[in-house]
């Protein structure tokens, strides 16, 4: 794994939503806890260790579909890509 350590930057907008942004991945997400632990961990850790490491505090179910999250976004290089993901994001919570 890479042994790149996070970077994050939590803030909140003006209408009071809280986000993430991290520079590593160099993404926003909204703020959650399971999110903020992830990524701490998103660089060092595979996904199985990651799911085996906070297994005690969220299902399965969870972690996946946080990583999932994670994993979909970091992958986009594209910004008008990552714009569009963003605007959807924002707009389905």
């Known amino acids: 794994m890479n042994s790149i350590e996070p970077f994050i930057v939590e803030f909140k907008t003006q209408k009071g939503n809280r ?3 991290d520079v590593t ?6 703020s959650s806890e399971i999110i903020i632990r ?3 961990n998103y660089k060092k850790l595979d996904k199985n260790s990651l799911i085996e490491n906070l297994s005690h505090s969220y299902s399965k179910t969870e ?13 986009k290089d594209d910004e008008a890509s990552f714009r569009h993901a963003y605007i959807s994001l924002v707009h389905n919570q």
């Open 19 to 21: 986000y993430i942004y």
């Open 38 to 40: 992830i990524l701490n």
């Open 63 to 75: 972690i996946e579909i946080a990583y999932q999250k994670i994993s979909w976004r970091s992958l």
């Open 25 to 30: 991945t160099n993404c926003i997400f909204p």
